[in-house]
Nanobody, 122 residues
Framework: QVQLLESGGGLVQTGGSLRLSCAAS????????MAWYRQAPGKQRELVAR???????DYADSVKGRFAIARDSAKNTAYLQMNSLEPEDTAVYFC????????????????WGQGTQVTVSS
């Protein structure tokens, strides 16, 4: 079984910072890309940031220059540093990872965490 456990969410004032962590555990042979998504009330889930196994990154336009994604491959963990937070960043943040559970697995499977709430007060 593969699990993704997010942590680091909370309540912060406008302009503040938070750092989210996502630790993958269980049967893991290799991890391809890791990403953070978010879903605000009444809205669709959207990609926030993504990092490949080689370290290449992509960001939603709305967070460029404010958020930074990183990963520690030795710990199977991804991070999302969020600075200059705005009320519009309020959402549940979900970790996503493309994981090959076994060396015998064919291809990577998509896994999701349970989500962590980020609330930015004005």
């Amino acid at each position: 079984q593969v699990q993704l456990l997010e942590s680091g969410g909370g309540l912060v004032q406008t302009g503040g910072s938070l750092r989210l962590s996502c630790a993958a555990s269980g049967s893991i042979a290799s991890i391809n890309a890791m990403a953070w998504y978010r879903q605000a009330p009444g809205k669709q889930r959207e990609l926030v940031a993504r990092i490949t196994s080689g370290g290449s990154t992509d960001y939603a336009d709305s967070v460029k220059g404010r958020f930074a994604i990183a990963r520690d491959s030795a710990k199977n963990t991804a991070y999302l540093q969020m600075n200059s937070l705005e009320p519009e960043d309020t959402a549940v943040y979900f970790c996503n990872a493309e994981i090959k559970p076994s060396p015998l697995s064919i291809g990577y499977r998509n896994y999701w965490g349970q989500g962590t709430q980020v609330t930015v007060s004005s």
